[in-house]
């Protein structure tokens, strides 16, 4: 069973940029699929991109269309790191949220949070002027 902690979490102004990371302990995250999802206040959580296990599949999932272009998942699968990451540039107020991550083991990125085994706490990102 893999333990996942999220960090990097801050207020930063629009038009900024922070880096996220989904830590592991327990398991090595390479042979786990990540997905990251967004909680925006009064909202549901909705995901936001994925990487897929590097055991059996390659390359992360598309993004959903909103952080297209401005958010990058990528691993380092170096065992005394065992992080997955999320860079955030271009922060919209929209942005603003509860950051989570969560983990699959071996399979390509799942559509939906069901399907997810494995979940952090969060992180906060508040985008504001």
């Known amino acids: 069973q893999v333990k996942l902690v999220e960090s990097g979490g801050d207020l930063v102004q629009p038009g900024g940029s922070l880096r996220l990371s989904c830590a592991g302990a327990?398991?090595?995250?390479?042979?786990?699929?990540i997905g990251w999802f967004h909680q925006a206040p009064g909202k549901e959580r909705e995901q936001i991109g994925g990487i897929s296990a590097v055991s059996r599949y390659n390359g992360p999932t598309d993004y959903k269309d909103s952080v297209k272009g401005r958010f990058t998942i990528s691993r380092d699968n170096d065992k005394n790191k065992n992080t997955v990451y999320l860079q955030m540039t271009n922060l919209k107020l929209e942005d603003t949220g509860v950051y989570y991550c969560?983990?699959?083991?071996?399979?390509?990125?799942?559509?939906?949070?069901?399907?997810?085994?494995?979940w952090g706490q969060g992180t906060q990102v508040t985008v504001s002027s």
């Open positions: 327990g398991g090595s995250l390479g042979n786990y699929a």
């Open positions: 969560a983990a699959v083991f071996a399979v390509p990125v799942p559509q939906t949070e069901e399907r997810y085994d494995f």
